[in-house]
């Protein structure tokens, strides 16, 4: 069994930083890519940033040049280094893991339980 686990989540004032951390455990044999998600209520969930296992990124346009995703595989964990946050960044961020358990297992995708983040202008 798999489980992501978030932390990092709060509430900020426009233009402070924050940076959230998801770490995986459980059966794990490789995890692929990792990234980032949000959603606001009665919206869909957006990608906000990936990391494939090969070190590549991509950002959705409103966050490039602010938010970066990194990872420690050493440690199952990926991270989304969040400044000069906006109020239009306020969600519930979600992280999201490729997952094999097995060498002969095909990967599948794994959610975190979501942490929420709010910035007041």
């Known amino acids: 069994q798999v489980q992501l686990v978030e932390f990092g989540g709060g509430q900020v004032q426009a233009g402070e930083s924050l940076r959230l951390s998801c770490t995986a455990s459980?059966?794990?044999?490789?995890?692929?890519?990792m990234a980032w998600y949000r959603q606001v209520p009665g919206k869909q969930r957006d990608l906000v940033a990936t990391?494939?296992?090969?070190?590549?990124?991509n950002y959705r346009e409103s966050v490039k040049g602010r938010f970066t995703v990194s990872r420690d595989n050493a440690k199952n964990t990926v991270y989304l280094q969040m400044s000069s946050l906006k109020p239009e960044d306020t969600a519930s961020y979600y992280c999201?893991?490729?997952?094999?358990?097995?060498?002969?297992?095909?990967?599948?995708?794994?959610w975190g339980q979501g942490t929420r983040v709010t910035v007041s202008s």
């Open positions: 990391l494939d296992s090969g070190g590549n990124t």
């Open positions: 459980g059966t794990i044999f490789s995890i692929n890519t």
């Open positions: 999201y893991a490729g997952i094999s358990i097995g060498r002969y297992t095909g990967s599948r995708g794994y």
